[in-house]
């Protein structure tokens, strides 16, 4: 079967050649609530913060640490977490935002709950990985790509290389890797998330 | 694959012995294997000579490049006031690689030892290793083995009671092909995007934080205190006899549309053809293979003849039109639709391209238009000229070899398998032909 033939192939690239950025790559977020800081003073973040900063030699270089933190305990990373950042670590909001664009795992509105990322970069993909990406979507009622469920549990995107090409196909549920993914394992494994 | 691992027979196993052993992993387990005997040898040793030990040894980078290693420790020069740096790369995203994460995993006291003794011996007080941010679990294999050296006295202030200041950091990532490429990893370390730097200066002269820097990858780190132990002569009984350039045993990550994927180390000069066949088992059953990448993603495409004949060391792949890369072994077989899987590539360089040169952040883009549109069976007959066109005004012309990395599976296909493409062309439905400006 030619790839022209292959409905996954056009389910997952709508247009050829599209290369917009993905819907979870959107800018411009704001918390719904008032923002609460990640790095008030005497916090445990702000302890860790502190101990980050001690290994380098300039401020700027805590700031892939930093946003990490932020989503660690907010899940995203909003305009208010990049302002709080930029204010702690004597950077411009804008600077922050420059970097935090420039990554793809700074999520830059909320998602699901579980954040379902699929490799399906060439190694994966000879292995299968474009039926793996339609098994994802079809059991977690997302209705596309970068798109969150309706019932907030999951947002399913693709990801370019995970570096586990010998156990196709990889894929990572939030921090957690899963080896070895088939069509088939994909209810199993949704049924062991809460 | 499943650990614990078995070797084949004919591997040569050093770097991947533990692999599948959780004691291994434990500070008390690695030292109870020899560990950090090399360190605290290292550390009575001047500089100087571990340099020295390392340049006869023959090691080179293991990250893709093959730069000589004790050469590039030689740029460093010890005497001129500056904090030096050393960085390990440890951002492995080369599609079809993934032998540094199996050695953070298993072994990561491996790696932090071979960071340390590379401190040492250029000088730096100071590592930071940076790792992917999608490696979640071999980031807390380091974290811990780091944490029990510190505990130890193994590094920090006074490590092994040598007088010597030795810190290795964690540094995490957060999602960029274009870190592993060595300026983008220290503009990343520094808190900026990860855009590579123009060189010259080089790192050794300015680096990180504007300091001296060495950066490495980890497979070539972790081979240091092997070498150091056993000394330069014993490292150089794995070669080729009639080629003395490349030394010692290399991590080949294995994936696609074989038999037994996973992570193989053999000895430099093995012959590939043994290798596919007999250590990973072969095609899959009823197939054929079509095509193999023998060093991750970027490197040209090799036909079946091509592997079969060659040596799986850095000259040996390079006399059969590719290169050794990064090691990652993509098998491509004869169900697979090429074209398809080349355009797949080249939108994952669509993807990581940092967008500072403009041959880069158009080329990938319009290559991965083109292909895609060959695909969808759209494709006209000047198309391949046409790729082939922006190929090689995306070769060496830009800053970093992103580039280059995008045309050349691309170029190499077309050369290769133009029959792929040529058939995918001539199904094309006239009429859906787009109108180009």
Redesign the interface.
């Known amino acids: 079967m030619s790839a022209s033939d292959d409905p996954a192939y056009f389910r997952m690239h709508r247009e050829a050649g599209d290369l917009r950025a993905p819907a979870d790559a959107s800018h411009g977020d704001h918390e719904h609530g008032p923002y609460t800081p990640v790095f008030t003073p005497g916090s445990a973040r702000r302890k860790e913060l502190d101990d980050v900063l001690s290994r380098y030699p300039t401020k700027m270089a805590a700031l892939l640490p930093a946003l990490w933190m932020v989503q660690h305990e907010r899940g995203w990373v909003s305009d208010d977490g990049m302002a709080e950042v930029a204010q702690v670590l004597e950077l411009t909001p804008a600077y922050v935002k420059g970097v935090v664009t420039f990554y793809t795992m700074y999520h830059q509105h909320p998602v699901g709950r579980h954040f379902i990322q699929v490799c399906t970069t060439s190694p994966c993909n000879v292995c299968g990985a474009d039926n793996v990406v339609e098994s994802f979507l079809k059991h977690t009622g997302c209705q596309e790509l970068g798109q969150t469920s309706a019932d907030g549990k999951y947002t399913v995107i693709e990801v370019e290389c995970l570096g586990a090409c010998g156990f196709a196909t990889p894929i990572m549920i939030n921090e957690d890797f899963v080896e070895s993914v088939t069509p088939e394992r994909v209810p199993e494994i949704l049924s062991e998330l809460e | 694959?499943g650990y614990p691992h078995t070797p084949h027979e004919r591997e040569t196993v050093l770097l991947s012995k533990y692999f599948g052993d959780p004691e291994a992993r434990t500070l008390d387990g690695w030292k109870k294997r020899g560990g950090y005997a090399a360190l605290k040898q290292a550390l009575g040793t001047p500089p100087g000579d571990i340099v020295n030990v390392v340049k006869a040894s023959g090691l080179r980078g293991r990250g893709g490049a093959g730069f000589p290693t004790g050469v590039k420790w030689s740029f460093m020069k010890l005497d001129d006031g500056k904090?030096h740096y050393l960085c390990c790369n440890a951002d492995?995203?080369?599609?079809?690689?993934?032998k540094d994460?199996e050695i953070m995993r298993w072994t990561p006291h491996a790696l932090v030892e071979g960071c340390a003794i590379g401190s040492y011996a250029i000088g730096a007080e100071?590592c930071y290793i940076y790792i992917?941010?999608?490696?979640?679990?071999p980031t807390l294999r380091v974290e811990k083995a780091l944490e029990e050296c510190y505990a130890a006295g193994i590094l920090g202030k006074n490590a092994m009671g040598s007088g010597k200041t030795i810190?290795i950091?964690v540094?995490?990532?957060?999602?960029?092909?274009i870190c592993g490429e060595e300026t983008a990893l220290m503009n990343?370390?520094?808190?900026?995007?990860?855009n590579p730097r123009i060189k010259p200066p080089f790192p050794a002269v300015s680096g990180v934080?504007k300091s001296p820097t060495t950066i490495n990858n980890v497979e070539t780190l972790a081979a240091v205190p092997h070498i150091l132990t056993n000394g330069a002569d014993w490292y150089k009984q794995w070669m080729r006899p009639d080629n003395p350039k490349s030394t010692g045993t290399k991590l080949f990550?294995?994936?696609?549309?074989i038999q037994k994927?996973?992570?193989y180390e053999v000895a430099m000069g093995f012959p590939f053809k043994d290798f596919l066949y007999d250590l990973c088992g072969g095609p899959l059953p009823g197939r054929k293979f079509k095509a193999i990448i023998p060093g991750g993603?970027s490197v040209p495409i090799q036909t079946v003849e091509e592997a079969d004949a060659s040596f799986m060391d850095y000259e040996g792949f390079v006399a059969q039109g590719t290169m050794l890369g990064s090691g990652?072994v993509?098998v491509?077989?004869d169900a697979?639709?090429l074209?398809?899987?080349i355009a797949?590539?080249a939108?994952?360089f669509?993807?990581?391209s940092?967008a500072q040169c403009t041959q880069c952040r158009e080329g990938t883009?319009w290559t991965?238009?083109?292909l895609?549109?060959i695909?969808?069976?759209?494709g006209t007959p000047e198309d391949l000229d046409t790729l082939l066109d922006i190929g090689e005004n995306m070769t060496g012309k830009t800053i970093c070899v992103l580039s280059d990395s995008c045309a050349t599976p691309v170029s190499s296909g077309i050369k290769k398998f133009r029959a792929d493409f040529e058939a995918?062309i001539k199904?094309k439905k006239v009429h859906l032909v787009p109108a180009v400006a």
């Open positions: 694959m904090p492995e995203s080369e599609p079809g690689t993934f994460r100071t992917r941010g999608e490696f979640t679990e810190n950091y540094h995490r990532g957060a999602g960029a092909y990343s370390i520094e808190g900026r995007r990860g934080f990550s294995v994936c696609g549309n994927p996973g992570n993603i990652g993509i491509i077989d697979q639709n074209v398809k899987q797949r590539a939108r994952f669509a993807h990581e940092c883009a991965t238009r083109i895609e549109r695909v969808a069976g759209e995918l199904k």
